[in-house]
């Protein structure tokens, strides 16, 4: 086995003109095709969803906050908006992220602060960078990682909570986009059944152990795998973020004017 591939040994039964006959292929799978199936698995036209925040200090200390979220996809493109809807301090900030596929432009991402009623512009070396103090950076919380950005290498299988995963190690191509991504190595935990990452470790510029992502709860919302509660933890600071997802509305027909400037300002308002 080389270039991080395996070879798959499909067993499958089959019963010909009533006599039972095993048949066999052997098919040639890479971390790229995986990550490929998870980049592309359903996950719905749009979606709305409520989400719970808690930033949980290393001394136990938890601050709370609510945000709504809408994403559209445009083809293989996205488009997102997420609004803090509380604490008081943070009301109507907003991230607007348009997701391109394949690395010809860089992706546009524009956080909004309503305190200094200003838009800031998240530049493609600002994607390290933490998220209002979570532990996710603003490429962590667009989920799926731009996938020309990696080296992708399969490096075996694993059981994770009870389910068959695939082991996928992926590592920036180049020294600025490890500088830019702020790690030097992920590990991804796919699920084969269902193509779906349900865990993740990262590994910081200097290649030290940094944070893990993982998927804590998960349920079939309209028939698409859906994550319901997830905990991203940096085991160099000790603090942790959780993330509790509710009220998801799938293929509701959203509307393009949502993924805008001008509504990145103008806050929630409700639809």
Known sequence: MNSGKIILIIFTLSILTGMGSVLSYSEEISGLDIMNRVDHRDDGDDLIQKIQQKLIDKRGGVREREMISFRKDYGKDSKSIS????????????????????????????????????????????????????????????????????????????????????????????????????????????????????RTDYWDRKGQELKHFSVIELVQIDGIWTGTKMVMENIQTKHRTEMMFSDQKYNSGLSDRMFSERMLKRGYRGR
């Open 83 to 198: 609004y803090f809807l509380s604490p008081a301090n943070i009301r109507d900030t907003a991230l607007l992220t348009w997701d391109y596929d394949g690395v010809e432009k860089d992706d546009d991402q524009w956080l909004y602060l309503p305190a200094l009623k200003k838009v800031r512009r998240i530049s493609s070396s600002d994607r390290g960078d933490y998220f209002m103090g979570t532990d996710f950076t603003f490429e962590d919380i667009k989920q799926t990682p731009e996938l020309e950005d990696y080296n992708w290498t399969l490096t075996g299988s694993e059981t994770v909570d009870g389910h068959d995963c695939w082991v996928v190690d992926g590592v920036p191509k180049t020294d600025a986009l490890k500088k830019n991504l702020g790690y030097s190595r992920t590990r991804g935990y796919i699920r084969k059944d269902i193509d779906l990452n349900i």
